[in-house]
């Protein structure tokens, strides 16, 4: 059983950094492709970031502010983000991606095999 938990979200004003952390346990997903979405109140799950076999991969919207890497040996996914935006608030999840891969559809919720239950990102004034 694979099980993923994020931390590091918190409530922050715009233009501020927040990082996120993203552990697993129960199976070894240090080559797992492994990706952050978020979603907020009333809108589908957005991609936002993943990291697979050195390569990244993000959404128009937060390149150039955010970062996501990889500790394989302590099989944990970050998502640095920095000059956040009001808008960017949302549940941000943590995600896995199993074999057969997302592929090309790797930005597709649907293809991720398992989710953790989310950190909360507020940005407001």
């Known amino acids: 059983q694979v099980q993923l938990v994020e931390s590091g979200g918190g409530l922050v004003q715009p233009g501020d950094s927040l990082r996120l952390s993203c552990a697993a346990s129960?199976?070894?997903?240090?080559?797992?492709?492994m990706a952050w979405f978020r979603q907020a109140p009333g809108t589908e799950r957005e991609f936002v970031a993943r990291?697979?076999?050195?390569?990244?991969y993000y959404s128009d919207s937060v390149k150039g502010r955010f970062t996501i890497s990889r500790d394989d040996a302590k099989v944990m996914v970050f998502l640095q983000m920095t000059n956040l935006k009001a808008e960017e608030t949302a549940l941000y999840f943590c995600?896995?991606?199993?074999?057969?891969?997302?592929?090309?559809?790797?930005?597709?919720?649907?293809?991720?095999?398992?989710w953790g239950q989310g950190t909360q990102v507020t940005a407001t004034l």
């Open positions: 995600a896995a991606d199993a074999p057969p891969y997302s592929g090309n559809h790797y930005f597709d919720a649907e293809y991720y095999d398992w």
């Open positions: 129960g199976r070894t997903l240090r080559n797992y492709p």
């Open positions: 990291i697979s076999w050195g390569n990244t």
